[in-house]
């Protein structure tokens, strides 16, 4: 029997035995692993042999989170990393040299976009293209390209991305497809059935989901020959080679740049990780909600959730994110933007706010709301913040699983006040 997302989160541990009949695999917290023969300890060092040998590249603990993330993105394998922006660096550092090309959406994340700054003055060339387009993608492709990445719904603008068309163009042209899938989660969409060949989770947002650990994931879902990759070293080819990407990221990613996942932290996100279906459709629906009763107030200039019909690729996402899989129901995320109208004060706004924090992070149980503008954007420059879509009145709400009429109300006393203000 195929058991369903969460029946296989809750019981992912007991394929493997468990010390002394515990049901969550514990906290490992040595940092050296001993062997009483010398060869078991050299073969695994070779990879010869599965085992531990220095938790700088992983442990028991961060192990048993990676088969969980693995079997959420019917993948090959995963590493595990400290942050999510760790994961994306340990791919792009890994797998890319000077004078290769990148494509990627103009639509992603603020630190996401200074990394491929820092790649870029170290001899990478990135194309920022409109990714609701498969053919601005194709049109930005280069002799020298090597992968393509997207994410699979923006922040803070929530486009959507052409997933399948990108995926169908990657596998013509022999290209790497990286799917940054933190905003959808493996609820809601699984990027292998684009033809992803990595995809990447911000284990920090909606899979541990309480706020309380910082993770990031790869996971290589199999979707790429890596047979054809030029800048996989001699050392890593050998074996099965769908292992070759995701050994050379461990190798020069995980162990050699030390972004290494505590197993505390591991530990607090493969327990809060059970409960992300519940969470997930809770805040999905709270989103929605919220969308639709912000976009009928006359304070509001526009709203940004792709479950509204008036959103520019909704019948994209309807298509794509469905609940617990292709059979389920169409689910949009769980994160919102909208814009007031021209003088309303968005920064009045938030500081009305009495049930819903202001604060930078996403994907909690909580509701969380910020400018983007002036925060986790404000370091791009309104020159890119306009081609990003990011307006000086746009608020983020990364909406969480309170009662909805609770979240509509503290934005109706908000709105009420400022507009208040507004005709004073």
């Not at 959103?311 to 994209?316: I, L």
């Amino acid at each position: 029997m195929k058991a369903g997302i969460t029946t296989t989160l809750l019981h992912a541990d007991r394929r493997q035995p468990i010390e002394h009949g515990a049901v969550h695999k514990p906290m490992h917290v040595s940092a050296a692993y001993r062997y009483d023969n010398v060869n078991d300890l050299v073969a695994v060092f070779q990879g010869t042999r599965s085992g531990f040998s220095y938790a700088r590249q992983g442990t028991p603990t961060t192990a048993a989170l990676e088969n969980k993330i693995t079997l959420l993105e019917d993948g090959l394998g995963t590493v595990s990393f400290a942050t999510g922006m760790a994961a994306l660096a340990g791919i792009f550092t890994t797998l890319l040299r000077a004078g290769d090309h990148v494509v990627s959406s103009q639509y992603i994340f603020g630190n996401t976009n200074s990394l491929f700054g820092t790649l870029q003055a170290l001899g990478v060339s990135v194309s920022m293209v409109d990714a609701t387009d498969a053919g601005a993608v194709a049109a930005a492709l280069r002799p020298e390209t090597r992968l393509v990445f997207v994410e699979t719904i923006a922040n803070p603008g929530v486009q959507v991305a052409d997933l399948s068309g990108i995926g169908e163009l990657c596998a013509e042209h022999g290209l790497l497809y990286v799917v940054d899938n933190t905003l959808t989660t493996p609820y809601l969409f699984q990027p292998k059935r684009v033809g992803a060949g990595l995809v990447v989770n911000s284990l920090t947002k909606y899979i541990g989901g309480h706020g309380n650990a910082l993770g990031g994931a790869v996971t290589d879902v199999g979707g790429f020959d890596w047979r054809r990759y030029p800048n996989i070293h001699d050392i890593y080819r050998n074996g099965n080679p769908a292992s070759w990407g995701l050994t050379q990221i461990r190798k020069k990613g995980l162990r050699d740049q030390g972004a290494t996942l505590s197993s505390e932290a591991a530990h607090r996100i493969a327990v809060g990780a059970e409960t992300l279906a519940l969470r997930m459709e809770r805040a999905c629906h709270n989103a929605l909600g919220l969308a639709r009763w912000l976009a009928q107030r006359p304070e509001v200039a526009r709203v940004n959730y792709p479950g509204l019909a008036s959103h520019t690729e909704h019948r994209r996402a309807t298509s794509c994110f469905r609940a617990g899989g292709p059979r389920g129901e169409p689910r949009y995320g769980a994160l919102l933007s909208f814009e007031l109208r021209q003088g309303l004060d968005c920064l009045a706004l938030l500081n009305h706010l009495q049930v819903v924090i202001l604060s930078t992070h996403l994907g909690d149980t909580r509701t969380l709301a910020l400018p983007a503008a002036h925060t986790i954007y404000y370091e791009m420059g309104p020159e890119r913040r306009a081609q990003m879509g990011v307006a000086d009145s746009l608020v983020r709400v990364s909406v969480g699983i309170e009662d909805t009429a609770d979240l509509i109300d503290d934005f109706e006393q908000a709105l009420m006040k400022i507009q208040s203000d507004a005709g004073a």
